[in-house]
């Protein structure tokens, strides 16, 4: 557009016009707060004048107009940039959103909103995809130059999907995600393996050890009743939608086979619903070898896969075979690893996934993580996963599933309280368990790997965090006179970890502080047996998970303790007889049994003659099976279903035992290992399994421990650590210069024969 030429002026209108400009001039120095909208168009000067401006009358001569804006928006600060200020109108609600959607993410999503702000992304952008997809849009690499060459160009895009692919989970023809980590090259080009991809499944094709579709359904009803409410590994939902319309998105034979095997150690003959005389254990092992026979088949991970492997863990730690359950927990960890569970899905591969398939990768991981945190208690070994890898939220709490009512589901005969029948919470519970487990794997890694030494400020640290999570439970899950079974877990489970922080150290004080390391492991007893006699009172222990069971054997080693007392008397015989009844549908409790009689006669404390005669009874309608055993089984998947002669577990007494091993292993100042380890800080009740570990470090000589420990007497170092041991003469934890796990290590096994009862002192001790 050509400007109009304006007449020569006189010097009136000259003087004038020089008048204006010097007004201008002053104007603009004092830092016009806002221009009018055409002078913003144009980015021209604006002096900012009322009602119209002189750029725009005596320059232009167009229409003047300014933008309403409120005082706030006035106040800008000075020296702010013409691009700024042009841009403030239409930035002002993009960056609200965008400021708001930072406040309300986790750190993640901050994290990746502001990584795509440094890119160079937009925010009117970036505002308008939170608003309407409530995710951000995917960045794209800016065009090249013109006048670049084609090697440049090329170069460029490799570089850039380089640097999209290592680290971010990909989705594969069959709909999995594939994660690869920044030092692999796997995830540059998809694999060549021709993935099956079921769509539809024919209904009756779920398993092949039954046709009974009406043993299938209660068989299910039992597990979701018992089980799934404390491991809740899978969107229940889903699974039942999926396996009514004979689809295998969230629904496979091998998950159906490993549910049914697991939800057979809840079943007796009244529950199913079937002849007296079956053999619902044989059934059991029916369904488990099917899994194992579909596992073999088809190895390729998957969602139901992950999940079939959670489930199959649970079901080999009922029968006893720790071994190969912990195999399956850590397969089903590491196909979880693989799949990207445990990260946030962003970008395109989120805009691939439904919202409901967002939320089953969260449930799928939880519950594994969960599970698999509780393994590495159980059998007290490192997690596979630390809890800083994990980048996942927990899953969306809707009310819709949350006040789904829970009821207990058993055989005809069974009478509950009319008051159990309550709001679920399926994933409020699983909430509370992920973050109980996030603790517990901090102090898994604190025990198994330190990285430093362990010190007073550490173990405080740690139970200052179980304080405040327990202070912190939502007020529907705690506890009550008749909380849903998975509410007593979570508190049981709760209290079991509390011991086992502290019972490495029974036999020392720590300073400064009126925390006693005995007093919380006998509280944290107390307070595990009081929930098992709540449940047994309220649900019986037909349908106990093995969880219990663990937690029984961790309050009874401190309940040993202090015997003779009353109260440690009859928490003993309450716990053995829960576990004799619970042996009848999970063998592992019958071991547990068996260690409580052992450490007994190791420790020469008598127990109460009731517990005796408990330990010594058969446990009556349980047997186990050598088809399930890992030692019968082979790498071949079976011909067929076969059940293999079964024996009953009689004799539950140990017999004497020879020296063990460790005892002849010398160390390299010629001590047993059990006297070296013995001499350290912790204290164990199973000296033969290992103790905590502490972080290996090699002083020099400026170090403070080097310089203050001339003398080489360890009690300095544990002092500077915030812990005492007290010299004391006890016969259980001995004193400082003959502990108990040194006299352990000494033990005259020769004595003990299978005539000796239990609990009686030998002669001189």
């Known amino acids: 557009m050509v400007r109009p030429l304006l007449p020569k002026a006189d010097q009136g209108q000259q003087s004038s016009n020089l ?80 400021l708001a959607s930072m406040r309300n993410s986790t750190e993640a999503e901050a994290a990746e909103i502001l990584q795509q702000i440094r890119s160079g992304e937009a925010v009117e952008t970036l505002a308008e995809a ?30 850039s999907e380089m640097a999209d692919v290592p680290g971010t989970p990909t989705v594969g023809r069959s709909g999995e995600t594939r994660y690869f980590g920044h030092t692999s090259n796997l995830g540059l080009v998809s694999s060549e393996e021709e993935i099956p991809i079921r769509s539809q499944v024919p209904t009756e094709s779920w398993t092949r050890v039954t046709h009974d579709a009406g043993l299938v359904g209660r068989l299910l009803a039992l597990y979701f009743s018992w089980q799934h409410p404390l491991y809740v590994i899978f969107s229940q939902q889903c699974f039942l939608h999926d396996m009514a319309q004979g689809r295998a998105k969230y629904c496979s034979a091998l998950l159906v086979n490993a549910i049914l095997a697991c939800s057979c150690s809840f079943a007796g003959p009244a529950d199913v619903q079937t002849d007296a005389d079956a053999d619902f254990h044989a059934l059991s092992d029916g369904f488990f070898e099917e899994a194992r026979r579909l596992l073999f088949e088809d190895e390729q991970s998957s969602l139901t896969t992950v999940q079939a492997l959670a489930i199959l863990s649970l079901r080999e730690a009922s029968c006893g075979h720790d071994s190969s359950g912990f195999h399956y927990a850590g397969r089903c960890m590491r196909m979880a690893i693989e799949l990207g569970l445990h990260l946030g899905l962003s970008g395109a591969s989120a805009n691939r996934l439904t919202p409901t398939e967002i939320e ?32 996942v939220d927990k899953p969306t709490l809707t009310d819709e599933f949350e006040a789904r009512p829970w009821k207990p589901y058993a055989a005809s005969g069974s009478r509950f309280p009319r008051e159990v029948e309550q ?105 595990v047996s009081s929930l098992a006699e709540l449940f047994q009172r309220v649900y019986g222990l037909q349908h106990v998970c093995l969880l219990m069971s663990h937690c029984l054997l961790s309050a009874c080693t401190v309940h040993l303790l202090n015997l003779p007392a009353e109260a440690a008397a009859r928490d003993i015989i309450s716990i053995i007889d829960g576990l004799r009844r619970m042996a009848t549908h999970h063998p592992f409790a019958s071991r547990c049994i068996r260690i409580i009689l052992t450490l007994a006669g190791k420790w020469s404390i008598a127990l109460p003659e009731e517990a005796e005669r408990l330990a010594t009874l058969e446990i009556p309608g349980k047997w186990m099976s050598l088809a399930s055993s890992p030692a019968s089984r082979s790498r071949s998947p079976p011909a067929s279903t076969a059940y293999f002669p079964i024996f009953p577990i009689r004799n539950v007494v140990p017999e004497a035992a020879g020296p063990s091993a460790t005892d002849l292993l010398p160390t390299l100042d010629g001590t047993s290992a059990t006297t070296a380890a013995a001499s350290g800080l912790f204290w164990t009740p199973f000296p033969y399994q290992g103790y905590p570990l502490q972080a290996d470090f090699e002083a020099g000589p400026m170090d403070l421990s080097a310089m203050l420990d001339t003398s080489g007497n360890p009690q300095g170092q544990f002092h500077r650590d915030g812990f005492r041991i007290p010299v004391s003469v006890d016969h259980v934890f001995g004193s400082t210069t003959s502990t108990f796990n040194a006299d352990w290590g000494q033990f005259d096994w020769d004595q003990t024969t299978s005539d000796t009862p239990w609990g009686q002192r030998q002669e001189g001790s």
């Open 19 to 98: 008048e204006s400009g010097a007004e201008g001039k002053q104007a603009k120095r004092r830092c016009v707060s806002s221009a009018c909208i055409p002078c913003r168009k144009r980015k021209s000067k604006c002096d900012g004048s009322m009602p119209a401006c002189s750029t725009c009358t005596a320059v232009y001569r167009t229409e003047c107009a300014y933008e309403v804006v409120d005082d706030t928006s006035q106040r800008r600060k000075p020296g702010s940039s013409k691009d700024a200020d042009a841009s403030a109108p239409e930035r002002g609600g993009a960056s609200s959103v965008v």
């Open 130 to 159: 939170l608003r309407t997809q409530g995710s951000l849009p995917q960045p794209q690499a800016p065009p090249p130059p013109p006048s670049s060459s084609a090697a440049t160009t090329d170069r460029a895009s490799l570089e």
């Open 360 to 391: 089953v990768r969260k449930i799928t991981f939880w519950g594994c993580f969960t599970l698999e945190t509780i393994w590495a208690v159980c059998v007290g070994r490192i997690s596979q996963l630390p809890r800083t890898a994990i980048r």
């Open 423 to 527: 709001a679920a919470y399926p994933y409020g519970l699983l909430h509370q368990m992920g973050s109980l487990s996030e603790i517990v794997n901090d102090a898994i890694y604190m025990f198994y790997a330190p990285r430093e030494r362990f010190t007073s400020k550490k173990l405080l640290d740690l139970y200052n965090r179980y304080r405040r999570w327990v202070q912190a439970v939502p007020a529907h899950l705690r506890l009550t006179q008749t909380s849903t079974p998975q509410v007593i877990y979570l508190h049981m489970y709760y209290n079991t970890v509390v011991l086992h922080l502290f019972r490495p150290l029974l036999r020392v004080e720590v300073i400064d502080t009126d925390i006693s390391p005995r007093q919380i492991c006998n509280q944290s007893a107390e307070r």
